[in-house]
């Protein structure tokens, strides 16, 4: 028990804590200058009162100190490295943003706690950072004169230096220490009693610190919506891999496998066979850039600084044609069908189309038997239909692959995209030898 008691004596870390606290004492005297005007301008006043309005003043400006946003990031820097407490840094957060192809993400509603803008935003609580800077500097001020009092003591009493006496009196009974074995252990509890204030002092600090300097119900609040957002983009943007790169290595397995058997029979087919892994290759590099780009961005931001990933890439049902093509070339036949007015449908909903149909294509490319693949979509006045419907079973064509590794992420990443934009979806056998993906949007057409 004596040992454990002993041990907040021995560790670095009561003195660097105490260290900061005399420093805050120390940082608040050239304030006690400017507090000190009022006193001199009002000389007529009784003392106590002088003593009690320098005191108010004083307290004032350190608050209003306290105010400043660096303050509390150069504090609760201070306190990490220090005071060993675990507290967030500071963070603004950022204003909800949208999704291009899965609508809001981790919006934040105007007026709710987490709005930056609302006024029980993270600035409400504000004049938390000014109190604890006010008990920072008081215990500056008590620890140090204290712990002070405490050293010149224990320096100056041991053989009568300084012809230093102490005279203690307790309960009527007095006693003075003169020299000898007793001011030697005097001086010894002196000590002893000055590591105790140290360890007063820090423990006060790091009781404060979380309540005072760390995130407010508010800041938790948004710092929950700000996670969940940063979690929401990275779940879309595994999507977005997902849909262009597990798309362009399927087709481009296909093409390769069907450019190797008609390189000697059929050269012109092989040719064109190639220019589509190129322009697929193209396409997913851009996929794959934008996104690099964006998880770049986040952590540019993370460390204070800005980097633009880009503007994303914007394939919409206009680029279905292209789409169409580079599965051809894999020796799919392709079989299309558009109905109403596709292209009067924008936005949003068109690059969410697009990435769908890309799936259903991908997925009718891997695990289909080789038969035709019929794509239809049907923009009508209140809904976007779309279907692809594939073969199954069978053996395989030649020149394709056996089988694909399956991540099992498509459909559900699929069922996710559409839920985002309150749609249905409907996949799964058609019939014998069949299978169907059918998915409607509600939509409304652009003029």
Same mark, same amino acid.
């Given at each position: 028990?004596? =040992?454990?008691?002993? +041990?907040?004596?021995?560790? +670095? ?29 009002? !000389? ?17 400006? =350190?608050?209003?100190? @306290? ?26 957060? !950022? ?29 409400? *609580? ?7 800077? /006010? ?100 779940? !879309? ?37 190639? +220019?589509? =892994? ?52 894999? @020796? ?14 924008? *936005? ?11 799936? @259903? ?14 794509? !239809? ?16 079973? @069978? ?14 992420? *498509? /459909? ?20 014998? +030898? ?14």
């Amino acid at each position: 028990m004596m =040992i454990k008691a002993l +041990r907040p004596l021995l560790r +670095r870390s009561t003195y660097t804590g105490a260290l900061f606290a005399y420093s805050a004492a120390l940082a608040s005297l050239p304030l006690l200058s400017f507090a000190l005007l009022p006193a001199l301008a009002w !000389r007529s006043a009784p003392e106590g009162v002088l003593f009690v309005v320098v005191l108010v003043v004083w307290a004032a400006l =350190i608050a209003l100190v @306290g105010l400043a946003r660096t303050t509390r990031r150069v504090l609760v820097l201070a306190a990490r490295r220090l005071l060993h407490v675990v507290l967030p840094e500071p963070s603004a957060v !950022r204003p909800p943003t949208t999704s291009p192809d899965a609508g809001p993400v981790a919006a934040v509603p105007a007026g709710s706690p987490a709005s930056p803008g609302s006024p029980a935003s993270p600035a409400s *609580g504000r004049w938390r950072t000014p109190l604890w800077l /006010l008990l920072h500097v008081t215990l500056g001020w008590t620890g140090a004169l204290a712990s002070g009092l405490l050293l010149f003591l224990a320096l100056a009493l041991p053989g009568g230096w300084l012809s230093a006496e102490l005279a203690l009196s307790l309960f009527g009974r007095s006693a003075r220490v003169t020299g000898g074995w007793q001011s030697w252990a005097v001086a010894l509890a002196c000590l002893l009693l000055a590591a105790v204030v140290c360890v007063l002092v820090t423990r006060a600090l790091r009781w404060s610190a979380p309540r005072l300097l760390g995130p407010s119900t508010a800041e938790r609040l948004a710092l929950a919506a700000d996670r969940e957002r940063r979690l929401a983009e990275r779940n !879309r943007l595994a999507h977005e891999l997902h849909d262009s790169i597990g798309h362009t290595l399927t087709t481009t397995t296909i093409q390769a496998a069907v450019a190797g058997e008609l390189m000697s029979t059929d050269p012109a087919a092989a040719r064109a066979a190639l +220019r589509s =892994i190129e322009e697929s290759a193209r396409a997913a590099l851009e996929d794959l850039d934008y996104v690099l780009g964006v998880l770049r961005e986040r952590e540019t931001e993370t460390a204070g600084t800005a980097e633009s990933a880009g503007a994303a890439p914007t394939r919409t049902l206009a680029d279905l044609p292209e789409l169409l093509e580079r599965v051809r070339h894999t @020796g799919a036949v392709v079989e299309w069908e558009l109905s109403g007015e596709p292209t009067r449908v924008r *936005g949003t909903l068109s690059r969410a189309a697009y990435r769908i149909l890309q799936e @259903g294509l991908t997925n009718a490319v891997r695990h289909g038997s080789g038969g035709p693949i019929a794509v !239809r979509v049907t923009a009508g006045p209140d809904a976007l239909e779309l279907d692809v419907v594939n073969e199954t079973g @069978g053996a395989p064509r030649t020149g394709r692959p056996r089988a694909f590794p399956t991540s099992g992420h *498509g /459909l559900p990443g699929l069922a996710e995209r559409v839920r985002l934009l309150h749609g249905e979806i409907d996949a799964g056998p058609d019939g014998p +030898r069949r299978w169907r993906l059918a998915v409607r949007l509600p939509v409304r057409l652009s003029a």
